[in-house]
Nanobody, 123 residues
Framework: QVRLVESGGDSVQAGGSLRLSCAAS????????LGWFRQAPGKEREGVAS???????RYADSVKDRFTIFKDRTESTLYLEMNNLKPEDTAMYFC?????????????????WGQGTQVTVSS
């Protein structure tokens, strides 16, 4: 089974940018629905962005026009580019995968998860 390892989390000031990476132990560029999720202390986990095997992306309204999800074929890595960060973006961020070549959304049955990387945004 594919394993996922996130990196790139950091502490930044509001308005700053970060790029999160999710390295996979196997080939995930195609054949998988991939996503980024986040969980802040005391809150439920929420979906941030997803990307289908064929490339269609979807975003939560709270991050639309600020975050970009993309994947790299050669490195078999999933990324989340985050711009104009806000304090409410502070959370542990997780990448996830589900073997699927069809429709992909944040409500998909993701069954492979990374361990998370912390993002902290100060005002």
């Amino acid at each position: 089974q594919v394993r996922l390892v996130e990196s790139g989390g950091d502490s930044v000031q509001a308005g700053g940018s970060l790029r999160l990476s999710c390295a996979a132990s196997g080939y995930i560029y195609s054949g998988y629905c991939l996503g980024w999720f986040r969980q802040a202390p005391g809150k439920e986990r929420e979906g941030v962005a997803s990307i289908a095997s064929y490339g269609t992306t979807r975003y939560a309204d709270s991050v639309k026009d600020r975050f970009t999800i993309f994947k790299d074929r050669t490195e078999s890595t999933l990324y989340l580019e985050m711009n104009n960060l806000k304090p409410e973006d502070t959370a542990m961020y997780f990448c996830a995968a589900e073997k699927s070549i069809g429709y992909c959304s944040l409500s998909a049955g993701f069954n492979i998860w990374g361990q998370g990387t912390q993002v902290t945004v100060s005002s």
